[in-house]
T-cell receptor, first 115, second 112 residues
Framework: EAGVTQFPSHSVIEKGQTVTLRCDPI?????LYWYRRVMGKEIKFLLH????????ESGMPNNRFLAERTGGTYSTLKVQPAELEDSGVYFC?????????????FGPGTRLTVL | QQQVKQSPQSLIVQKGGISIINCAYE??????FPWYQQFPGKGPALLIA?????SEKKEGRFTISFNKSAKQFSLHIMDSQPGDSATYFC???????????FGSGTKLNVKP
């Protein structure tokens, strides 16, 4: 079974530019999560999709971030315009179930550097 | 504010030694406490997890100790090996949510 994949693995952009990150969850996993780790700090939750619907977007930093999951398969996270503080590693995770048996499988992450 | 506090930030252990990483939390709604292991270039992977109704869980060389009254839990790696060198994250999840709150990570280096 293929794991969670993320593209690109690295992205370096200038402040003010737009970047789109992509996540492909494990096949059959309805739940998809985005997390972010900034500068060696904790991994922070951004949002949670159930299929194509946003279940919880309480961790989204501001309206410069837009997440979509059209058709309930892959997801994109767009940052527009990017700011210096957006630099970090963006992780995507997916899970088949919710609740007590909710094991989340993480992708390798996208390292975003905003100059 | 950070909901799960993890220490130490980095740890160097000799091969065969015991590695101990500690985490503390305040939110009594947390009911699931996993530890994740992350190797360079890879995503965090579930290592071992515990629920608050038990005080200890052991899987091979890895043990979680859980102190509900103190709101603390720790990971013990017995007979540490160079292959255990990785970053370890503790995490917690509230019973009514599906998102995890992570600690800031501990970079473990096991010297041969």
């Amino acid at each position: 079974e293929a794991g969670v994949t993320q593209f690109p693995s690295h992205s370096v952009i200038e402040k003010g530019q737009t970047v789109t990150l992509r996540c492909d969850p494990i096949s059959g996993h309805d739940n998809l999560y985005w997390y972010r780790r900034v500068m060696g700090k904790e991994i922070k939750f951004l949002l949670h999709f159930v299929k194509e619907s946003k279940q919880d977007e309480s961790g989204m930093p501001n309206n410069r971030f837009l997440a979509e999951r059209t058709g309930g398969t892959y997801s994109t996270l767009k940052v527009q315009p990017a700011e210096l503080e957006d630099s970090g590693v963006y992780f995507c995770a997916s899970s088949r179930r919710l609740g007590r048996d909710n094991e989340q499988f993480f992708g390798p992450g996208t390292r975003l550097t905003v100059l | 504010q950070q909901q799960v506090k993890q220490s130490p930030q980095s740890l160097i252990v000799q091969k065969g030694g015991i590695s101990i990483i500690n985490c503390a939390y305040e939110n009594t709604a947390f009911d699931y406490f996993p530890w994740y292991q992350q190797f360079p270039g890879k995503g965090p992977a579930l290592l071992i997890a515990i629920r608050p109704d038990v005080s200890e869980k052991k899987e091979g060389r890895f043990t979680i100790s859980f102190n509900k009254s103190a709101k603390q839990f720790s990971l013990h790696i017995m007979d540490s090996q160079p292959g255990d060198s990785a970053t370890y994250f503790c995490a917690a999840r509230p019973y009514n949510f599906n998102k995890f709150y992570f600690g800031s990570g501990t970079k473990l280096n096991v010297k041969p």
